[in-house]
């Protein structure tokens, strides 16, 4: 609780911490509300038998690897590139899976005020997990965490699939053949 404001009262360092800490609160929840509704933006959401076939996560083909990048809490659309290729957009509660070959990859967020990049070591036959988070901070910053594979499959459980963008050939940046 902050103290009521007089003309003897000083404030102190932890008084302004506590001040700036409760307009951080404010203004994420001011920002939740202006998106949700009717208001709240879109993205192109996968077929229903898309979404459930997901949900089963099958194994990848033979060969390849596959990436879920997965968004639990945003207020924002966020465009997601796996290397070059811009391979869809995340917003809350909504998740991605990409098939690729083995090898290393640079996943990114392009968020409003920040770009945020991962890489990934991709194994023929595995799967992996990445969450879309942002900070509490003003403003917010993207960042991409990896998931364990348990909260990864609660999380898709729990999230829609988005309509993936048309994937061309996604080259990894290194090869996990050539080292």
Known sequence: MLPSVSKTTLWTMDDIVGLIDAMKRWWA??????????????????????DATGERLVAPSAGKAALYVVATRLVSIAPIMVGRANVGSLMDHTWIRVEVTSGRYDVTVVGPHNNATRTVHLAAGSTYFIEVTFTNEIPPVYRLEEMSDDAGRVAILAGKRVHAAVQPTITPTTSLRSR
């Open 29 to 50: 929840l001011r920002v939740g509300t202006l998106f949700s509704g009717r208001g709240r933006p879109e993205v192109p959401m996968a077929a229903p038998a898309d």
